[in-house]
């Protein structure tokens, strides 16, 4: 039997698994990608023969494989098939400048993408008053996206800025940074703190990595010249992609 019948057959998915049929079969593809049973460029069966090895619906096969395209661990190309996505680049991060993503990935000649998966103004939770200096009475506007490079998920960030600052959240399109610079707000100094986190099941399927994947998780607190508190972010990087690196001296 060739490794390919093995991964999709009548009995490959897990018994114990509590989920939907459809998420059993993501959850299923992502462990094949992760343990190299499936490689990248690997192209899949067809949705029909998916099904027939299977023994699932047509439906349930079609459900999970748009799942997968959403998260970006697959792709569909037309009039050719499915196949599994390139694995992210593996990028060097440096500590000692302040970058946007946008900025980053252009240094880097990728093409920087976004997915929006929030958009809206609301009070500020306490972190968030705290950490941009905020009365209760503010009000803040919060822009959640999943950032691409090249069009393979890296990170979900969420970016939180006090509403007087950013008045209308859909200016942002592209770089927050380059909209900030517009208004003559342009960042100058991060405060940054980094730790090793585990996704969970929904943040995974985001990125496209299995739960419990290990990720980088970032609180970045930027400030404008003059020392006032304008962008609090939150990030998760994943872990296969980043390496984050500073260089250190000798004290004297």
Request: aromatic share 8%.
């Given at each position: 039997m060739s490794e390919l019948q093995t991964v999709f057959s009548r009995d490959s998915l897990p018994e114990d698994d509590p989920g939907h049929l459809y998420i059993r079969l993501q959850r299923h593809v992502r462990e094949a990608i992760r343990r190299g049973l499936l490689r990248p460029r690997d192209m899949l069966p067809s949705e029909r023969d998916l099904a027939g090895r299977m023994g699932l619906s047509r439906v349930t096969v079609r459900k999970a494989l748009r799942g997968l395209v959403d998260s970006g661990l697959v792709v569909q190309r037309q009039g050719s098939g499915t196949y599994v996505a390139d694995a992210p680049p593996r990028m060097e991060q440096a500590l000692s400048r302040l970058t946007s993503f946008s900025e980053d990935m252009r240094l880097r000649g990728m093409v920087a993408g976004s997915r929006w998966l929030m958009r809206e103004t609301s009070p500020p939770a306490p972190d968030e008053t705290m950490r941009l200096a905020l009365s209760p009475s503010d009000r803040v506007v919060r822009l959640r996206?999943?950032?691409?490079?090249?069009?393979?998920?890296?990170?979900?960030?969420?970016?939180?800025?006090?509403?007087?600052?950013?008045?209308?959240?859909?200016?942002?399109?592209?770089?927050l940074y380059d909209v900030l610079q517009a208004q003559g707000l342009p960042p100058v100094r991060a405060l940054q703190h980094i730790s090793a986190v585990n996704l969970s099941a929904r943040d995974a399927g985001l990125l496209g990595v299995v739960t419990g994947a290990a990720a980088l998780g970032i609180t970045r607190v930027t400030f404008l010249a003059d020392g006032r508190p304008v962008e609090?972010?939150?990030?998760?990087?994943?872990?296969?992609?980043?390496?984050?690196?500073?260089?250190?001296?000798?004290?004297p």
């Open positions: 996206r999943l950032r691409l490079a090249n069009e393979v998920p890296i990170a979900i960030e969420t970016a939180v800025l006090a509403e007087r600052d950013l008045p209308d959240p859909a200016a942002v399109q592209g770089s609090f972010t939150r990030s998760l990087y994943r872990g296969d992609a980043y390496d984050f690196v500073t260089e250190m001296t000798a004290a």
